[in-house]
Nanobody
Framework: VQLVESGGGSVQIGGSLTLACAASGLTYTLYCIGWFRQAPGKEREGVAVIDSGTGRTVYADSVKGRFTISQDNGKKTVYLQMNSLEPEDTAMYYC????????????????????WGQGTQVTVS
């Protein structure tokens, strides 16, 4: 599985960005795909995750109401629409995939996600 992120950049406080993650080699139909971020000196944290099968989403409290995750299963692409950006959102954003079991649910546990992209930088100032 290969993941390629795009859409990062620099934006002013209160601005918006949309990140995209294109997955290739992903033949499994049930998976969790989402966004994580890591700021300098901080641990990697979950931002938003979506279930490929149910469409169920999970958001970090810090981004609820501002960020929206969506997916295009046909294109194996997931998006993160980020609005009302704050300096605290500045980080490297990573896309990741977890191949889940039939009865599993998606969560934002970093350790569950096996496949990772290279990341895209988001800077808010």
């Amino acid at each position: 599985v290969q993941l390629v992120e795009s859409g990062g950049g620099s934006v002013q406080i209160g601005g918006s960005l949309t990140l995209a993650c294109a997955a290739s080699g992903l033949t499994y139909t049930l998976y969790c795909i989402g966004w994580f971020r890591q700021a300098p000196g901080k641990e990697r944290e979950g931002v938003a995750v979506i279930d490929s099968g149910t469409g169920r989403t999970v958001y970090a409290d810090s981004v609820k109401g501002r960020f929206t995750i969506s997916q295009d299963n046909g294109k194996k692409t997931v998006y993160l629409q980020m609005n009302s950006l704050e300096p605290e959102d500045t980080a490297m954003y990573y896309c990741a995939v977890h191949l889940r079991g039939l009865r599993d649910t998606c969560a934002q546990s970093v350790g569950d996600f096996r496949y990772w992209g290279q990341g895209t930088q988001v800077t808010v100032s």
